[in-house]
């Protein structure tokens, strides 16, 4: 949520500055705004309300009346409303006095307390953000100290919560400060020119060189140089990592929104995951690092932790741990673990899964498992689509799914990843613990080698499921369905729909229809059903028929050999064929994913930026 672009060059930087916002915009935002320093050494801001074409526009109506903003050093936002409505008084940066701008990632816990204490001391505030108080407790220890780096490093020692911070002054104009705890912050190295974001994708039109600042990093930025000062405030270097993507890899191309080109992706993905993962029969433990086997034999039980989408994964992958090996595993929601007393048992995987790496629930669970480590083996392995993100960072072990950027606030890729991620995790855990045959291991690789094959076949079924996504044109609610490991992949699809369409959905194991939900089975409730042809399937069928008999429109995705009949109430779609328990569960989430993207064109809902939506959710 929210995201920060900064820099500071030889030439104006509006519009790079521009340019990283309209990248940064899958994360989510209602308002946004940029400052600069100009050549009169004056501080300029603009900031506007919704989408980043009117800051845009407000930049170049200026122009057109003569007063073109523009300067060499200057930071830019894109807001996510936390403390305040979405208000362009609200929205970043925050100027004092017109001599410090700040724009800020997080949440500063303590700054009632802080802005009791400023008031106080004279200054005025003009928004209802927590962030002003940045601004101002900057500007304060500006004025007795000898730059602008030793008044942050004063300010944030003041700061409780979390932050990743941009902060420019007319009186130190050739000096950008970026500051992080908690809330991730890379800079981007240039020649004769430095950048700061959010996250590498808003600045790969200008650079692919990046370094990820560490937690309680201070950086003194200027054209020619970069110096980090750690929390003590000490010199310290980062090391500067290149970066494999390109400004390309984030475009559009022939795709109407991102979601739509990231859910055609998803077989390139899946090759991309499992490449230098697998050899011909077997999976390479290595690939979750040099230690993993010897960790791997260690372990009694997996214990997994997510939000979101990134939860159901875990949920598959439950199912997976304990029919296919035996192995216990729980899953859990991270922002329910991190806030109760949890029973770890001794030896006990513990597996982090997130797209970005910087969902703060789950890293503030990661670091409670960390300080449980002490006393107990407790190996930690993260899941991740970005690296050199957070819970990279603070994991022993780590397996990247190299989904690629993935930009629609909506998962469709990533989900897809974690999944293929988790069956490798699965067999190289059997594996070690020897409790998955050669020959189980052989199915499975074979399987995921068949996997992108069978995610093309699928998308193939898009003009029949554009057909189906009719029948939800005046429809308020829905109903999803599955047994097995296609509950959580129902939950997946409920989700995406009411993400996207904004249509109220709920997921149930069908087995659970006479428990509540078929009271709500009526005609105008459509019903999306997953079939796959496994032992489940005779007892999914009669709850299919239960719903029949209510009246209600049955939407099945079958396996070609389930043979569910198409029938008055029922649609079906024979979404594919010849998969197993590994690859079931992937290849029915793809015409889910399809579904809720084609029911949302209908309902003319924005697709990769829904309301009050965020792409990474780095605060409570």
């Not at 006095?97 to 802080?114: D, R, T």
């Not at 101002?136 to 003041?158: D, G, I, P, R």
């Not at 997130?354 to 449980?372: I, N």
């Amino acid at each position: 949520m929210c995201g920060i672009v900064g820099g500071i060059a030889e030439r104006n930087i509006i519009p790079i500055l521009l340019e990283g916002l309209k990248r940064l915009e899958y994360r989510g935002y209602d308002s946004s705004g940029v400052a600069v320093v100009n050549a009169n050494n004056e501080i300029e801001r603009v900031r506007a309300l919704g989408k980043i074409k009117n800051l845009r526009e407000k930049i170049e109506l200026e122009r057109a009346q003569g007063g073109e903003v523009s300067g060499q050093v200057g930071i830019a936002h894109t807001r996510w409303a936390t403390h305040g409505v979405p208000a362009e008084n609200n929205a970043h940066p925050h100027v004092c006095n017109n001599a410090v701008a700040v724009v800020h990632n997080g949440i500063i816990e303590n700054y009632q307390a802080l802005k009791t204490q400023q008031v106080e001391q004279g200054y005025r505030f003009t928004s209802e953000t927590d962030t002003e108080v940045v601004a101002h407790a900057v500007h304060h220890y500006f004025q007795t100290s000898e730059n602008l780096l030793s008044a942050v490093q004063k300010a944030v020692s003041e700061f409780e919560g979390a932050y990743a911070l941009g902060v420019i002054a007319k009186d130190d104009p050739n000096t950008l400060i970026a500051a992080r705890k908690g809330s991730p912050l890379v800079i981007g190295i240039g020649i004769g020119e430095h950048f700061i974001a959010s996250d590498v994708s808003a600045l790969l039109p200008v650079t692919q060189q990046f370094i990820f600042l560490e937690e309680g990093d201070i950086a003194h930025i200027t054209r020619e140089n970069v110096e980090i000062y750690d929390a003590n405030g000490q010199i310290v270097e980062r090391p500067v990592k290149i970066s494999n993507l390109s400004a390309h890899s984030v475009e559009l191309g022939e795709h109407r929104h991102y979601m739509h080109k990231e859910i055609f992706e998803q077989p390139q993905a899946v090759i991309d995951t499992l490449e230098g993962r697998i050899t011909q029969d077997h999976v390479l433990i290595s690939a979750f690092g040099h230690q993993a086997e010897a960790i791997f034999k260690t372990i009694n039980q997996v214990q997994i932790i997510a939000c979101g989408t990134s939860y159901h994964a875990g949920l598959v992958a439950k199912y997976w741990f304990e029919d296919i090996i035996g192995l216990p595993c729980q899953v859990e929601v991270a922002s329910e673990y991190r806030y109760r007393n949890p029973v770890v048992q001794d030896n006990t995987l513990f597996v982090t899964i997130s797209q970005s790496g910087e969902t703060a629930d789950t890293l503030a669970a990661l670091q409670q498992v960390k300080v449980l480590k002490r006393e107990k083996n407790l190996p930690t392995l993260t899941i991740c689509n970005v690296p050199e993100s957070s819970l990279t960072r603070e994991s022993d072990l780590t397996f990247l799914t190299h989904a690629g950027p993935e930009i629609g606030v909506a998962s469709t890729k990533a989900f897809t990843t974690q999944l293929v991620a988790l069956s490798l995790l699965l067999t190289a855990v059997g594996k070690s613990l020897q409790l998955m045959s050669e020959e189980q291991e052989r199915k499975i690789v074979h399987g995921l080698q068949k996997l992108p094959g069978l995610i093309k076949k699928a998308l193939e079924h898009e003009d029949k499921i554009i057909e189906i996504a009719q029948c939800f044109a005046d429809r308020e609610s829905a109903l999803f369905l599955g047994r097995g490991t296609m509950y959580p992949i129902a939950l997946e699809g409920a989700l995406k729909l009411k993400e996207i369409s904004y249509i109220h959905a709920e997921a149930y194991p069908a087995g659970e229809l006479k428990h509540g939900p078929l009271a709500l089975i009526d005609e105008h409730i459509p019903v999306v059903t997953i079939a796959p042809h496994d032992d489940l399937l005779e007892k999914l069928k009669s709850n299919l028929q239960e719903v029949k008999a209510r009246g209600g429109q049955m939407i099945v995705f079958e396996d070609e050999q389930s043979g569910v009949s198409s029938e008055a109430g029922f649609k079906v779609i024979k979404a594919t064929t010849n998969v197993g328990r590994i690859t079931a569960p992937i290849t029915f989430n793809i015409p889910l994913q399809l579904l809720s993207y084609h029911v949302a064109l209908i309902k003319g809902t924005d697709v990769d930026q829904p309301r009050n939506l965020a792409k990474s959710v780095t605060v409570e």
